[in-house]
């Protein structure tokens, strides 16, 4: 007996209901054609805070857990700008002394001259923004490679560092709003608002989206999927929140101290923001646009030099806020502000965190995953004792890694033919 299906004429065809089973197959399919995503990091993130938890049990204790976020900070707002940047197949290597010299005109401002902290703020945002026209200038309009015209930057940056610092000299940062930014805590009943907002924000657009697009008959994944997303958002902001507002102080009678570090908010809402223009504005499209084939995107009508110009400026700008979060957690700003290892870890945070190097592809979520990586190595492998050499060379390593997971990932899409 044969069944006959009759369509009538008109009827709009209606794509099949997703299962968890198509799901998780369409996704080890993108894995195996290269499209790894975070993977990598998160994996990563696993095994290293799996290992240090094992090997030193007080890794996981809440006064580290909240040492953790302070430690990365910067570098990790220093790594979503650069982001940016790497979308395009650039490079800033003068990220790290820019936000040195926007975090000594913050310490000039508001201790040397006396301004208020929102102007000297601000002065350091201007001067990170200024940088960044200089820098995107050179490369787009005179056409200087990105690696030279940065490399430059870093060599200039530090001697007007020095100048800024007269010579050597070590400026305080005493004041109350600046220095509250990386070593003061929310209250904790604001830290359980705050993660009632996220999950209800973030459900509201998980579960919007999937209406419209289930509307529209375009391909969504299965609600059950959905709803695991938002249960484990829900279960990781939650457990963080606890413990952060555990108590922390050896000596309550002294000082209290629990409460999610407000340095932690000012990073997700920066966060969301650059997301939302990455992913969810002409803008954003443009840029990975014109890392992806340049050419292309000037025949399709797309300003390159002006996104040229644009994204170095972000990256600086974002190099100033890092400047600001790393003098307000030493209380002062001294002439290896932006030095040392800042720069490095701050590149190798983006490209760990699944950035290519080759540009096209790249999440601001993936210097947050990057600069957690990079954190957890210091802080674990401090905990164990291991000198900063040894630190550099598994930082260096894990890096090697992750820009050789990239490389075998573009290698896989070209075969595949997915990219």
């Known amino acids: 007996m044969t069944t006959t299906v009759v369509k009538k004429e008109g009827a709009a065809a209606v794509a099949p209901a997703p299962t968890i089973g198509s ?34 049990p007080s890794f996981l204790s809440a006064v580290n857990f909240a040492n953790l976020f302070t430690q990365g900070a910067a570098v990790t707002l220093i790594a979503m700008g650069l982001v940016f940047v790497l ?61 030279v015209v940065t490399l430059a930057g870093f060599l200039a940056f530090q001697g007007i560092v020095l100048m800024l610092m007269k010579e050597g000299a070590n400026i305080s940062v005493r004041d109350k709003v600046l220095v509250a930014i990386a070593n003061r805590n929310l209250p904790p009943a604001l830290g359980w608002a705050l993660v009632a907002v996220a999950v209800v924000g973030y459900a509201a657009l998980q579960l919007l989206r999937y209406r ?24 990781i902001l939650g457990v963080a929140v606890y413990v952060l507002n555990l108590e922390r102080s050896r000596n309550v009678l002294v000082v209290s101290l629990k409460g999610v570090p407000i340095v932690v908010p000012i990073i997700a809402v920066l966060l969301i923001a650059w997301t939302f223009v990455l992913q969810r504005t002409s803008y954003g499209r443009h840029i990975y646009a014109v890392g992806g084939n340049t050419e292309a995107a000037r025949r399709a009508g797309i300003n390159v030099d002006r996104i040229r110009i644009s994204v170095f400026v972000i990256c600086s700008a974002m190099a100033a806020v890092g400047g600001i979060v790393a003098a307000s957690r030493a209380n002062s700003v001294d002439p290896n ?30 210097a947050v995953l990057g600069g957690a990586v990079v954190a957890v190595i210091d802080n674990g492998m401090g905990l164990m004792g291991y000198s900063s050499g040894i630190k550099y060379v598994v930082t260096g390593v894990v890096l090697l890694l992750a820009a050789s997971v990239d490389a075998f990932s573009r290698r896989r899409s070209s075969a595949t033919g997915t990219r």
């Open 337 to 366: 502000t932006g030095g040392s290892n800042v720069l490095l870890y701050a590149v190798g945070a983006a490209v760990i965190g699944g950035t290519s190097l080759f540009g096209g592809k790249g999440r601001v979520l993936d």
């Open 87 to 147: 979308l395009l197949g650039e490079i800033d290597l003068s990220a790290g002394f820019a936000s040195g010299v926007c975090a000594a005109v913050l310490a000039n401002v508001v201790t040397v001259l006396g301004y208020p902290w929102w102007v000297a703020v601000l002065a350091a945002i201007v001067t990170g923004v200024v940088i960044g026209l200089v820098l995107g200038y050179l490369v787009a309009k005179i056409g200087i490679p990105s690696f």
């Open 23 to 56: 799901h998780v197959r369409n996704y080890w399919g993108r894995v195996r054609g290269g499209d790894m995503g975070a993977l990598p990091a998160v994996a990563g993130l696993i095994v290293l805070c799996t290992v240090f938890s094992i090997l030193r």
């Open 212 to 235: 419209n697009r289930s509307a529209r008959g375009l391909a969504t994944d299965p609600i059950a999927v959905v709803f695991t997303r938002i249960a484990a958002l829900t279960v």
